[in-house]
């Protein structure tokens, strides 16, 4: 019997989608949103960019913490709620799609 792997393998959709989730699900900085979505700083540093560039997400300061850091998190922009809500759609139609022909 032949037995084909299937990649697990993220897709940068699906990558661009985890950030939005995961900015979605709250009011993240940069290092928690690279651990929930697990992408090392500088690739998601860029998409990063590439999202506040679109108008889907964006950058907040909030001032600086007693130790010196800046406090500076992400949300979503109403553009970027759209986005969210198409992606999320898409991808639940596409594994339903998924499901029936497996």
């Known amino acids: 019997m032949l037995v084909q792997l299937v990649s ?8 661009y989608f985890d950030i939005l ?7 993240y900085r940069v290092t928690q949103i690279m651990r929930e979505v697990n992408v090392a700083y500088k690739p998601l540093k860029g998409m990063m960019v590439a999202l506040i560039s679109h108008g889907i ?9 007693n130790d010196g850091r ?6 979503l922009t109403g553009k ?3 986005v969210y809500g198409y992606l999320r759609n898409t991808k639940n139609h ?7 022909l497996s």
């Open 21 to 27: 989730h995961s900015i979605k699900n709250g009011d």
């Open 57 to 65: 997400i964006e950058e907040v300061d909030a001032g600086h913490l």
């Open 80 to 82: 970027g709620d759209n």
């Open 8 to 15: 697990k393998r993220r897709t940068k959709l699906d990558i």
């Open 94 to 100: 596409v594994n339903e799609i998924i499901s029936i």
């Open 70 to 75: 800046t406090s500076v998190y992400y949300r």
